[in-house]
């Protein structure tokens, strides 16, 4: 049987796609020696729909190939295989919304460090975006001193993150932005823009570049909101900025009103940042109708 026929889809409950088949969540276990567990070794992509329908698809697997390829990792499906997959989930999540997780591990392995036979699925789960205050009146966000690991893939590896995220003091922080050696970087799940003079500046070396990072960057230009550029941001000009904001795909564009003890602007969502706002959502709203 060729792999395109090898979806098959059981009739009830939450599911996923594991190895091959599409079954019930709670069915699905990986081997305890797979090394995507004893050493959190593995490639992931995140997306989301609107209207049913994957936002930035293409882009997402051309990340997810493209990472597993700089682990060292064979995607065990084609491109076509996992794009039936994700809109068969979409079909049988019965929710509003989606979001999709595509997740490979090294898998299992004798001595805890050399691949063997990759393991792969997809989560569905139901897409959520964080409350309308948050984007009505801009977020405060706070600094960390940290580098992404290997920043090139989008690995399993959020180790540093959830370690932050489960300390008392961060506790009503939606997003923290880890900064290093004098530079800014990224969020700890989203890439940051500034509005820096008359310029909307986001950093382009040592992060991890997302998806909706480069969508906005394309809106931005196309509509002629701001003078783009990509570069490197000194923690310093952060005073400077008039307007910042975070991008991710389960947070669209979050403004950020205060960074540490530092007020963005006039500490409310400013003018640039309300335009992409705009664009964005008129651009989801066109995609999503289209056939």
């Known amino acids: 049987m060729a792999r395109k026929d090898i979806i098959k ?5 939450r599911h996923c796609f594991f190895n091959g088949k599409i079954i019930l969540f709670q069915n699905a276990g990986l ?4 090394i995507g567990i004893t050493r959190g070794y593995g490639v992931f992509d995140f997306l989301r729909t609107y209207e049913k329908k994957p936002f930035l698809l293409d882009e997402h697997l051309e990340r997810f190939f ?21 809109h068969a989930l979409i079909e049988k999540s019965g929710f509003e919304e ?14 805890s460090i ?21 984007y009505e009146r801009g977020i405060v966000t706070v600094t960390n001193e940290y580098q992404r690991e290997l920043p090139q893939a989008k690995s399993n590896n959020y180790t540093h993150a959830a370690h932050l995220r489960n300390q008392k003091r961060y506790e009503g922080i939606p997003e923290i932005l880890y900064v290093s050696n004098g530079k800014v970087l990224e969020g700890t799940t989203s890439n940051v823009f500034f509005v820096i003079g008359d310029k909307l500046a986001t ?9 909706t990072r480069n969508f906005v960057l394309k809106l931005a230009r196309k509509h002629r909101v701001i003078k783009t550029e990509e570069r490197d941001i000194a923690t310093m000009e952060m005073r400077r900025a008039t307007e910042a904001f975070f991008t991710s795909t389960n947070k669209e564009i979050l403004p950020i009103r ?8 006039d500490g409310h969502v400013g003018p640039y940042t309300k335009e992409i ?11 999503a109708g289209q056939k």
Not at 9 to 13: E, K, R, S, W, Y
Not at 98 to 111: M, N
Not at 116 to 129: D, G, N, R, S, W
Not at 258 to 265: L, T
Request: proline share 8%; with cysteine.
């Open 66 to 86: 493209g990472s597993a390829a700089y682990l060292n990792l064979q995607v065990p499906f084609s491109r076509t295989v996992i794009t039936r997959a994700i």
């Open 114 to 134: 050399h691949i063997t036979k990759p393991m792969f699925y997809i989560l569905a789960e139901k897409a959520v975006l964080p409350p309308d205050e948050w």
């Open 9 to 13: 889809i059981t009739m009830l409950g």
């Open 258 to 265: 205060r960074i540490d003890d530092n007020m963005i602007g």
């Open 31 to 34: 081997p305890l020696n797979d």
């Open 203 to 211: 950093p382009r070396h040592d992060i991890l570049i997302g998806m």
């Open 277 to 287: 706002m705009k664009c964005f959502r008129s651009s989801i709203i066109s995609i």
């Open 98 to 111: 989606v979001q999709l997780r595509i997740v490979l591990t090294g898998g299992p392995s004798k001595d």
